[in-house]
Nanobody
Framework: QVQLVESGGGLVQAGGSLRLSCAASGRTFSLYAMGWFRQAPGNEREFVAAISRSGGSTYYADSVKGRFTSSRDNAKNMVYLQMNSLKPEDTAVYYC?????????????????WGQGTQVTVSS
């Protein structure tokens, strides 16, 4: 079992930055690939970023590539999403998720542990 708690969301002006954090419980954090997803009102939850178990590989949706960076600290059971050059269309609830699956990039279904989400609002 993995429990995930996101933090760091808030209100920011377009062009600004936010750093989301996700704290994971359990002693086996390094066995899980981690993903970031977001869901805007009326939209489906969509893939944003994923990071491998070691942190050596990262994957991003085209809409955030070059602006968002995911990292993790396995010693602290933490994963991060640095979001720069934010746009109003980035407004959504952001979720972190964990999966033990070997398939974890660009897809939602392998993820079986989810946080409660944190709201990110970007004003124009």
């Amino acid at each position: 079992q993995v429990q995930l708690v996101e933090s760091g969301g808030g209100l920011v002006q377009a062009g600004g930055s936010l750093r989301l954090s996700c704290a994971a419980s359990g002693r086996t954090f390094s066995l899980y690939a981690m993903g970031w997803f977001r869901q805007a009102p009326g939209n489906e939850r969509e893939f944003v970023a994923a990071i491998s178990r070691s942190g050596g590989s990262t994957y991003y949706a085209d809409s955030v590539k070059g602006r968002f960076t995911s990292s993790r600290d396995n010693a602290k059971n933490m994963v991060y999403l640095q979001m720069n050059s934010l746009k109003p269309e980035d407004t959504a609830v952001y979720y972190c998720a964990a999966t033990a699956s070997a398939t974890y990039a660009y897809v939602k279904t392998p993820y079986n542990y989810w946080g409660q989400g944190t709201q990110v609002t970007v004003s124009s």
